[in-house]
């Protein structure tokens, strides 16, 4: 489990929660907008209860370790929310066009090297 604090207060969660919530704010941090996220929160008394965080480019958490459920029963009371899509989309192959734009840079970056080494008397 994972303690998020954050302006001024604080909040225990999951930890795969807590992974997805900085992944998101991660990647959210060059976007101009704003999204709330409701996120399932451990209370004083034991309870889990819903909070709706604000996730934005502005967003600053800290996180620390809280050792007080088992993974199993971490996973099953903390389950991860779904987060809106931040229009990141995961690509698994790179597409022939991009190899080709990888090996041509490799090249130039090679060819710039070499050239300094020469200069410099390497």
Sequence with gaps: ???????GGSIVTGSAVTEAL???ATHIASDATSVAVDIPVLEADGTTTTHTILLGPSTQFDVSDVDLLSAE???RLFP????????????????????????EFNQAVAHIENDLNRDHGL
């Design 22 to 24: 900085l992944d998101f």
């Design 73 to 75: 029963e971490e996973a």
């Design 1 to 7: 489990m994972k303690r998020i604090s954050y302006a």
């Design 80 to 103: 991860v929310p779904d987060l809106p899509s931040n229009g990141i989309v995961a690509v698994e192959e790179p597409s022939p066009e991009a190899d080709e734009a990888a090996d």
